[in-house]
């Protein structure tokens, strides 16, 4: 009955322990090797033949590719130069707009200027008249009302 205890506690302790021992093991590495090759570098003799073997077909197809993005760059550079062209004519039209509102909009600041000043030389006008007429003098009473459009 002690031996069976001492069994029993024995597992007990050696259980997490081995649990544990498994547990450490990191995850990348498998408890058995694999039956093929992963294709991860490395610098076994297999792995640097092949490297060795394929060596030219990689640099062949590096100069491929290489020679791709050069043509693609200069597709890419005419698309943006072609761009730049556009959006400088853009903006040289932005600026003509921009000049030839503020031409615009200083022609009516003028234009309401000039309206501004005939209205008040008529007003003035008409006051003068309307003076003159409650003083008696028939004729002014009897002059039409002064027209701004005749002070422009």
């Not at 031996?3 to 021992?21: D, F, Y």
Request: aromatic fraction near 4%.
């Amino acid at each position: 009955m002690i031996r069976l205890c001492l069994l029993g506690a024995a597992l007990i302790v050696t259980v997490p322990v081995v649990a544990q021992a498994q547990s450490a093991r990191p995850v990348a590495q498998p408890n058995r090797p694999l039956p093929h090759d992963p294709g991860q570098d490395s610098s076994n003799p297999r792995s640097n033949a092949i490297a060795a073997e394929t060596a030219p077909d990689v640099a062949a197809a590096n100069r491929e590719i290489a020679a791709q993005a050069r043509l693609q760059g200069g597709a890419v550079a005419a698309v943006n130069s072609a761009n730049e062209a556009r959006y400088a004519a853009d903006v040289a039209r932005y600026r003509t707009a921009m000049r030839k509102r503020r031409h615009i909009i200083a022609a009516d600041a003028a234009l309401q200027a000039d309206r501004e000043r005939a209205y008040a030389m008529a007003m003035a006008d008409w006051r003068a008249q309307v003076d003159a007429c409650s003083r008696g003098r028939t004729r002014a009473c009897k002059r039409p009302t002064p027209n701004p459009q005749d002070y422009m």
